[in-house]
């Protein structure tokens, strides 16, 4: 049965991960020819025992609109390459993660990838953008690519729509085009409002990378060159413009989810232990430094209250002391 919301698909198969990693701590000590490091594809049996295994809790993870055979015919054809060259419980928690996401991993919405013997899920700019519309706040999301040879303004200090306009001729050549010069990213809002405006120079997407994504990194010292940036940069170069928009308009808790998710993989973190509802992690962050602030004050002396100072024993009335002369 599909889970309805991101934070139950999480936990659906929370126990069944555990029990994959330790699985596969140990079958990394002790390979077998079925995943044997340095193969570039695996077997039809391995894929028949691995889908026989996991497609249960694959499935279990969509969301309802998303039908399972649809998402596994996108996997499928995918999983020799994967099992071929990443550990099984890494293809495992990249498929589920992606599927709590209810993206399609075909290239269009969402990507699994290797990034050395570990598989990752990156969602495209257009799963991106797909997200981005479920906080049921945002109309429609604008994004694209400025060449040398489109017409284009940009005022920043002039009124939304005013501000940024953009006229590609769509009847020129690529050549004619020219190379890119900037991304941009919007979104119309209900209500009829604008954000502002996101724009991301070639070096700025590039600073991006360079300092920021560390599968970039990896791949570049292992000279394996097979990171997203590497193949697809125009692609991250868009994402990372529609990244920048997000913090300009109304999210949802999935797509703030997401980033937490990607930023796991490139500081190489499990994903699935990071796909969780960002207010609930933030409840967890908080309870964690509320019981390590509890635990710290048990080993700090306890400053004493101050006393008030002694006095002597108070005069008793008047009335009263005219009362006892009187008798």
């Not at 025992?49 to 055979?69: C, M, S």
């Not at 050549?175 to 070096?203: D, H, K, N």
């Not at 933030?282 to 209250?305: I, K, N």
Request: proline share 6%.
């Amino acid at each position: 049965m599909a889970l309805t919301t991101l934070k139950d698909r999480v936990k659906a198969a929370g126990v069944r991960t555990a029990s994959a990693l330790d699985e596969d701590t140990a079958h990394e000590r002790t390979p077998d020819g079925g995943e044997e490091p340095g193969r570039e594809h695996a077997d039809d049996a391995v894929v028949a025992a691995w889908l026989d295994r996991f497609e249960t809790d694959v499935t279990a993870a969509l969301p309802k609109h998303i039908d399972g055979r649809v998402f596994l015919a996108a996997l499928r054809p995918q999983l020799p390459a994967l099992l071929g060259r990443c550990t099984r419980a890494s293809v495992f928690q990249s498929a589920v993660t992606c599927a709590r996401f209810g993206l399609i991993p075909d290239g269009q919405q969402a990507v699994i990838v290797p990034d050395g013997r570990i598989a990752v899920f990156i969602a495209t700019y257009r799963g991106f953008i797909d997200l981005m519309y479920r906080s049921g706040l945002v109309r429609s999301v604008v994004a694209g690519m400025v060449y040398e040879g489109d017409d284009w303004s940009y005022e920043p200090t002039a009124p939304a729509p005013l501000d940024f306009t953009h006229r590609p001729n769509v009847l020129a050549s690529e050549a004619e085009r020219g190379a890119p010069l900037f991304a941009y990213a919007f979104a119309w809002l209900e209500g009829g409002v604008r954000s502002a405006v996101a724009i991301v120079t070639r070096e700025q997407a590039e600073e991006t990378r360079d300092e920021h994504s560390r599968a970039y990194q990896r791949a570049e010292e292992s000279g394996a060159n097979n990171s997203f940036w590497h193949l697809r940069f125009d692609d991250m170069w868009l994402k990372t413009a529609l990244r920048r928009s997000e913090k300009l308009v109304p999210t949802s808790a999935e797509l703030r989810a997401l980033v937490a998710v990607e930023q796991a993989a490139e500081d190489g973190r499990p994903q699935i232990l990071a796909a969780l509802d960002p207010e609930t992690a933030a409840l967890e962050a908080g309870a964690r430094l509320a019981a390590a602030q509890a635990e710290a004050s048990q080993d700090t002396p306890t400053h004493r209250l101050p006393l008030k100072p002694l006095r002597g024993r108070a005069k008793p009335r008047r009335r009263n002391r005219d009362k006892k002369k009187r008798r």
